[in-house]
């Protein structure tokens, strides 16, 4: 049977941070059988973000969810909607 992982990242204007968050996900060593999602929520970003995020879905199972409204928790609950776990 097969598992997975998912991984929620909410993200503001802070382009730095989220490249340091998403190369150590990429670094992460993943059970065989096991499938990791990794769920990041642009949370009406203005700075390099979106332009990073293309970058990662190069390289690690990425979906973006992109939400306007401000706030870490308007972001959490667009996030965890999203998820399929």
Known sequence: MDTGIEILICS???VASLERTLQSVG???VPAGTELNVL???NGTTDDTA????RFA?????TV???ERPGLSV????GVAALTG
């Open 12 to 14: 503001r204007n802070q």
């Open 27 to 29: 670094q992460l060593t």
């Open 40 to 42: 990041v929520v642009d």
């Open 51 to 54: 332009e990073l995020l293309a």
């Open 58 to 62: 190069q390289v690690l199972p990425l």
């Open 65 to 67: 969810i992109r939400e």
């Open 75 to 78: 972001a959490r609950n667009s």
